[in-house]
């Protein structure tokens, strides 16, 4: 999974929010639109090639000057949006900058 494939199928709607990225965009309040953005535009911050439900990764962006997160993976020939969040501490310094490194960064 690459930035290209990615950002095409946020462009033509072959995208689905699993019921966790519902709930947490309900909570934080996060817009569709600020998820397709970041979809669109993010960079891949992490990937996680040995995840048990299938590769996957962490794209990050600024939408309406407020860092977001975005970890997709891929359901069938669909993108899935696993779940979406805003970053801070104690886990994030900035959007970019993991407080521990956990994960390797691409």
């Not at 069938?76 to 310094?93: A, H, I, Q």
Request: charged share 35%; glycine share 4%.
């Amino acid at each position: 999974m690459d930035s290209l494939f990615i950002s095409e199928k946020a462009r033509k709607d072959e995208y689905d929010l699993s019921a966790h990225a519902h709930q947490e965009r309900q909570e934080e309040q996060i817009t569709i639109e600020e998820i397709e953005k970041i979809l669109l535009k993010g960079d891949i911050l992490e990937k996680y090639l040995n995840d048990p439900r299938g590769q996957s990764c962490l794209v990050a962006g600024i939408v309406s000057d407020e860092p977001l997160h975005v970890v997709c993976g891929t359901r069938k020939e669909r993108l899935l949006v696993v779940t979406v969040y805003r970053p801070k501490l104690p886990v994030w310094l900035d959007y970019k900058t993991r407080a521990k490194e956990v994960k390797s960064r691409v």
